[in-house]
Structure formats: C-alpha cells, structure tokens
Nanobody, 128 residues
Framework: QVQLVESGGGLVQAGGSLRLSCTAS????????MGWFRQAPGKEREFVAAVRWNAVTTSYADSVKGRFTISRDNAKNTVSLQMNSLKPEDTAVYYC?????????????????????WGQGTQVTVSS
C-alpha cells in the first residue's frame, strides 16, 4: 500500500508560479512511476505530467509543456510539480498518483486507469 499526500496548492495570479509536492508513504517509492493529473470544475480529470521510476523519463500534456516541470526525489519519497507562467485555465484540483508497474511506458502513464494509488488532491486557483 502507498499513501499519497499532496501539498502546495493555493491562489496565484496569472503569470505566477506554484510548486506542488506529493509525499508517499512506504519504502518502495523508487519502484513506482508517478503522475500528476488535474480536474477542473465540470470537466473530466486529465493528465498533466509523469515521471518514471528511474527519475529520468518524463512526459507532459501539450497544454503544460514548457511551463511545468515534474521531478522526484526517491530519497525523500517525494514527487514535485513546478508550475510556471500559470494561466486561469490551469485552475483545478491537482492529484498525485502512483503506478507500481515499472514497465509502463510514458505513453501509458498519460492514462489514469494505469495508476494504482491516488492522493486526495490539492486546489490550485489562478486568477486573471
């Protein structure tokens, strides 16, 4: 079992930055691929970014490429999402998720049904 707790959400003006963190319980964090998803009001949850267990391979949704950066620290059991140049359309609840299949490709990691564990989410609001 893995428990995920997100933090770092809040209210920011357009053009600003936020850094989200997700801390995982358990001693096998380094064996999980990690992803960030988001869900805006009235919309389905969508993929944002993912990093594979090796901390080397990352992938991003087109809507956040060049603005968001995902990273992980396996020694601290954390995965982070640095969000720059935020836009009002980035407003959503952001969720951290863990996938225990180390063979999942970056393409597969964009699908939420790949993930085995989810956090409770953290709200990000970007004002115009």
């Amino acid at each position: 079992q893995v428990q995920l707790v997100e933090s770092g959400g809040g209210l920011v003006q357009a053009g600003g930055s936020l850094r989200l963190s997700c801390t995982a319980s358990g001693r096998t964090f380094s064996g999980y691929n990690m992803g960030w998803f988001r869900q805006a009001p009235g919309k389905e949850r969508e993929f944002v970014a993912a990093v594979r267990w090796n901390a080397v391979t990352t992938s991003y949704a087109d809507s956040v490429k060049g603005r968001f950066t995902i990273s992980r620290d396996n020694a601290k059991n954390t995965v982070s999402l640095q969000m720059n140049s935020l836009k009002p359309e980035d407003t959503a609840v952001y969720y951290c998720a863990a996938d225990r299949d180390i063979y999942s490709s970056s393409r597969r990691l964009s699908y939420e049904d790949v993930y085995d564990y989810w956090g409770q989410g953290t709200q990000v609001t970007v004002s115009s």
